[in-house]
């Protein structure tokens, strides 16, 4: 029998084999990246909560505590606890007397390269923004990633007008202009160089307080109402 036939007998059985252990390697793969992402889960998670606190205490300066919430489709907030899943996230944050600092708020929107996700802080009783950081970003290096660094970018939020009219809406949509060109105090003053990403910001932001931050403000008046009320109330028992 000659050489070429022997090469053609056997090769069958050898690309069983070759089949078979490449199987073998691709369910052994498929267990350790599992393995791996259920072991390394925790620590993600971990991370990103201790993340998002120190987040928290940078956009609302003085807070001790949080309270989670998320906001229930007739308009209401509802108190939240970990793991729960809701379209808008945000946490009150109080002071050591138990007072109410503002609230941080979760929003997120498309930016240069990917979805970023932002925390801003927002005080119902100056009814302002006070304070800004960016969560995710896949912004490009030394450009877009100006939006995280850019000190005269970051000051835009810490007395952003995003007060309430008479009627329950936002007086004025918070948006972006150019570098320069900021008039008002619901306007982001943008980045040169950075163009894109600094106005997605702006649509993040001025979407999220015409939705948000009239629920919150309403909110907020009725609980000094009612503290009010129950103040007065006091005052005649004595």
Same mark, same amino acid.
């Given at each position: 029998?000659?050489?070429?036939?022997?090469?053609?007998?056997?090769?069958?059985?050898?690309?069983?084999?070759?089949?078979?252990?490449?199987?073998?390697?691709?369910?052994?793969?498929?267990?350790?990246?599992?393995?791996?992402?259920?072991?390394? +889960?925790?620590?993600?998670?971990? !991370?990103?909560?201790?993340?998002? #606190?120190?987040?928290? @205490?940078?956009?609302?300066?003085? &807070? *001790?505590?949080?309270?989670?919430?998320?906001?229930?489709?007739?308009?209401?907030?509802?108190?939240?606890?970990?793991?729960?899943?809701?379209?808008?996230?945000?946490?009150?944050?109080?002071?050591?007397?138990?007072?109410?600092?503002?609230?941080?708020?979760?929003?997120?929107?498309?930016?240069?390269?990917?979805?970023?996700?932002?925390?801003?802080?927002?005080?119902?009783?100056?009814?302002?923004?006070?304070?800004?950081?960016?969560?995710?970003?896949?912004?490009?290096?030394?450009?877009?990633?100006?939006?995280?660094?850019?000190?005269?970018? +970051?000051?835009?939020?810490?007395? !952003?007008?995003?007060?309430?009219? #008479?009627?329950?809406? @936002?007086?004025?949509?918070?948006? &972006? *202009?150019?570098?320069?060109?900021?008039?008002?105090?619901?306007?982001?003053?943008?980045?040169?160089?950075?163009?894109?990403?600094?106005?997605?910001?702006?649509?993040?932001?001025?979407?999220?307080?015409?939705?948000?931050?009239?629920?919150?403000?309403?909110?907020?008046?009725?609980?000094?109402?009612?503290?009010?009320?129950?103040?007065?109330?006091?005052?005649?028992?004595?």
């Amino acid at each position: 029998m000659s050489q070429t036939s022997n090469i053609e007998m056997h090769n069958p059985a050898s690309s069983k084999k070759m089949l078979m252990a490449m199987v073998g390697i691709g369910i052994i793969s498929a267990f350790l990246i599992v393995m791996t992402f259920e072991l390394t +889960l925790p620590r993600v998670q971990r !991370l990103k909560a201790e993340a998002l #606190e120190k987040a928290i @205490l940078e956009v609302l300066p003085g &807070t *001790v505590r949080t309270q989670a919430f998320g906001v229930s489709t007739n308009g209401e907030l509802v108190k939240i606890e970990e793991g729960d899943k809701t379209e808008t996230t945000l946490y009150a944050g109080y002071d050591k007397d138990e007072m109410l600092v503002g609230y941080a708020i979760e929003a997120a929107g498309q930016g240069y390269a990917d979805i970023i996700r932002i925390l801003y802080g927002y005080d119902p009783d100056e009814q302002k923004l006070i304070g800004f950081q960016v969560l995710e970003s896949k912004e490009t290096p030394g450009l877009g990633d100006k939006i995280e660094k850019d000190e005269g970018f +970051l000051n835009n939020f810490k007395a !952003l007008d995003v007060s309430v009219s #008479e009627d329950g809406k @936002l007086r004025n949509k918070v948006i &972006t *202009v150019k570098q320069g060109e900021k008039q008002n105090p619901w306007e982001i003053d943008g980045i040169t160089g950075a163009t894109i990403s600094s106005r997605a910001i702006g649509n993040i932001v001025g979407t999220s307080t015409t939705e948000v931050v009239p629920i919150l403000y309403q909110e907020h008046k009725k609980d000094k109402t009612s503290q009010g009320q129950k103040q007065m109330e006091s005052d005649e028992q004595r």
